[in-house]
T-cell receptor
């Protein structure tokens, strides 16, 4: 079965610093999703990547999917306290936009002011 | 944009009671709904897939008699935790999917989750 491995598991950065979170799949990805969550709350959709080499940006967050579609990275530029939370990568369990996802174990980000 | 409403957001009840959680897609018809469970400081684990009008498909290790799922319409799925015990305490979250991209962004939208605490 497919597995997603996220690294690092936790991260503490000083405000204003850049950071990168990685998500690696044991199999080729059909679709890769990045979400942000505060524990005990719902998921905030950040970005979806489907094509090899695809890169998307929203405000200070950039997500990339490698050409082989097995690894994705989430990069935050000039981090702010509002970026703190749990970042989850999710992947389609099969092709066809079924909506069924498997998730990485999450990366907890703390941003020190 | 697409909205999924999950209710209640929080429930506290005594051991042995049954608890029903509702998941509604408010502005789209969801052919499939998914139920996830999240333990503290852990990721979301898929529990079951719910298709309208048919029996739910449960993931390995999830007790179907413990977690009853009903998907009565294209906008409503319910998860009932039967005879709940403290070990069932967790954060439960649903998602609803149409089989194609919603708002051109993603094929599924998540509810805000339900925090279940069994005393």
């Amino acid at each position: 079965s497919q597995e997603l491995e996220q690294s690092p598991q936790s991260l503490i950065v000083q405000e204003g610093k850049n950071l990168t979170i990685n998500c690696t799949s044991s199999k080729t990805l059909y679709g890769l999703y990045w979400y942000k969550q505060k524990y005990g709350e719902g998921l905030i959709f950040l970005m979806m990547l489907q094509k090899g080499g695809e890169e998307k940006s929203h405000e200070k967050i950039t997500a990339k999917l490698d050409e082989k579609k097995q690894q994705s990275s989430l990069h935050i530029t000039a981090s702010q306290p509002s970026h703190a939370g749990i970042y989850l990568c999710g992947a389609d369990a099969s092709s066809g936009n079924t909506g069924k996802l498997i998730f990485g174990q999450g990366t907890t980000l703390q941003v020190k002011p | 944009g697409a909205v999924v409403s999950q209710h209640p957001s929080r429930v506290i009840c005594k051991s042995g009671t049954s608890v029903k959680i509702e998941c509604r897609s408010l502005d789209f018809q969801a052919t499939t709904m998914f139920w996830y469970r999240q333990f503290p400081k852990q990721s979301l684990m898929l529990m079951a897939t719910s298709n309208e009008g048919s029996k739910a498909t449960y993931e390995q290790g999830v007790e179907k008699d413990k977690f009853l799922i009903n998907h009565a319409s294209l906008t409503l799925s319910t998860l009932t935790v039967t005879s709940a015990h403290p070990e069932d305490s967790s954060f439960y979250i649903c998602s609803a999917a149409t089989g194609f991209l919603i708002d051109g962004n993603q094929p599924q939208h998540f509810g805000d989750g339900t925090r279940l605490s069994i005393l």
